[in-house]
């Protein structure tokens, strides 16, 4: 994740002397600037700055305040810069410790919750909605939908997906269903489907699109199949450009795609336009060190300066609270600190959130690269559970034998 204003104090941190530069930098008083930054646009809309003071002419006017916060949302998702989270909540600030506040404010601050890795207050909110008959009700039902598949419960997911199926839009539906397939050992079938919907749903909006291109490239993925799976990151990527438009959740799959090809100067390409969104700098830092192993001197100087940084975000992050991210951080530790034990650590907390694929693999390679095996009896248990297949998966899962459900 993210930051605008970090870039500044990674820079003051790294001019200090050495025994210093692991701390985070403090300014002498809060009149310093540590740094100037245009005022964000979104595509088609309003500055950020223009419906902030919308909002800030009145205050407790609920369409003003949902502009401004959603707007700040967007950038968020886009930047993963932690503030604009903070704008938005300030936005909501009148309804915020409501328990029946408006049901678009309900909505809107069950994403912020989310976003804040908060999940028992988010459901609280998601479950007001989904046990009512607004409609914001299935909007709600797909958002628990997909928390649910990102902490790998796909029967959990299933029903919501079911309930909701009536009231979204068809690609909206098969890409929820698509999902929990894959989850549960079919991912040949979901994607047939999720292929046959994408093709009906050429006027789609955009984040539909780039969530179900997403969802089709990673059920391909699993399945071996990868020039499809190459083919559906690029079509979204050309959707994201035509739009003027980021999507780092997309981005960083693909990137994570082009690693596992070994197709690093892809990876390259691709991410360096994005260096203030964390997740997107640990890819290219993997992509750069490589690189440099194979001689590419300034691939590997650049691969030294990001890890000092990313060293540095990371800290700065657990300091504050902020436990999103935690797979990137193992990934960090383990790939380009060579610390499996600190891996092992976060990939722990990790788990305990958030439970894809993607993760299973990673907990796998660092219990193995640990010498601990054994620790990750819990994916052994979950992949067993759900009956799922995944190709990336047996490599490790031949490797590692450890007592329990293995299949």
């Not at 207050?121 to 009512?132: G, H, N, P, T, V």
């Not at 001197?297 to 999103?324: I, K, N, P």
Request: net charge positive; glycine share 6%; charged share 25%.
């Amino acid at each position: 994740m993210r930051r605008c204003v970090r870039w500044l104090v990674i820079g003051a941190c790294l001019c200090a002397p050495a025994a210093g530069a692991d701390a985070p930098y403090r300014p002498d008083n809060d009149g310093t600037v540590l740094e100037q930054l245009p005022a964000p646009r979104l595509a088609g809309a309003a500055s950020l700055r223009e419906l902030r003071d919308q909002w800030r002419s009145r205050p407790t006017h609920v369409p003003a305040a949902l502009a401004y916060a959603r707007a700040a949302l967007e950038i968020n998702r886009r930047e993963e810069d932690p503030r604009y989270l903070g704008y938005a909540e300030a936005a909501l600030a009148p309804w915020w410790l409501l328990p029946q506040a408006p049901p678009e404010v309900l909505l809107l601050r069950a994403s912020l919750r989310l976003a804040r890795m908060d999940h028992a207050l988010a459901e609280q909110d998601l479950r007001a909605l989904i046990d009512s008959p607004l409609p914001e009700g299935p909007a709600a039902r797909m958002t628990r939908a997909v928390l649910r598949l990102g902490q790998g419960d796909p029967q959990a997911a299933l029903a919501d997906c079911q309930a909701a199926r009536a009231m979204v839009s068809a690609l909206v539906a098969t890409t929820c269903l698509a999902a929990v397939r894959g989850l549960r050992g079919d991912a040949a079938g979901a994607l047939d489907a999720l292929d046959a919907a994408l093709l009906r749903s050429a006027d789609a909006p955009l984040a539909v699109e780039l969530w179900a291109r997403a969802v089709a490239a990673e059920l391909a993925w699993r399945q071996g199949k990868t020039v499809p799976a190459r083919q559906h990151f690029e079509q979204g990527l050309r959707r994201m450009a035509a739009a003027g438009s980021t999507d780092p959740g997309l981005l960083a799959a693909y990137a994570d795609f082009l690693l596992a090809q070994h197709d690093t100067r892809r990876v390259q390409a691709l991410l360096t336009p994005y260096p203030r969104q964390d997740t997107l700098l640990l890819r290219l830092t993997l992509a750069q060190r490589t690189l440099g192993q194979q001689g590419d001197a300034a691939a590997l100087t650049a691969a030294q300066t990001h890890t000092r940084h990313l060293r540095l975000r990371f800290q700065e992050m657990r300091q504050r609270g902020d436990r999103s991210h935690l797979r990137e951080q193992a990934m960090f530790e383990l790939d380009v600190l060579g610390d499996p034990a600190a891996a092992l650590r976060s990939m722990a907390q990790a788990w305990s959130t958030q439970r894809e694929p993607v993760d299973a693999l990673l907990y796998l390679r660092i219990a193995r690269a640990a010498g601990k095996p054994e620790a990750a009896a819990a994916v052994h248990a979950w992949i067993s559970a759900t009956g799922l297949v995944d190709v990336r998966l047996e490599p490790e899962l031949a490797r590692v034998r450890t007592p329990g459900p293995l299949r």
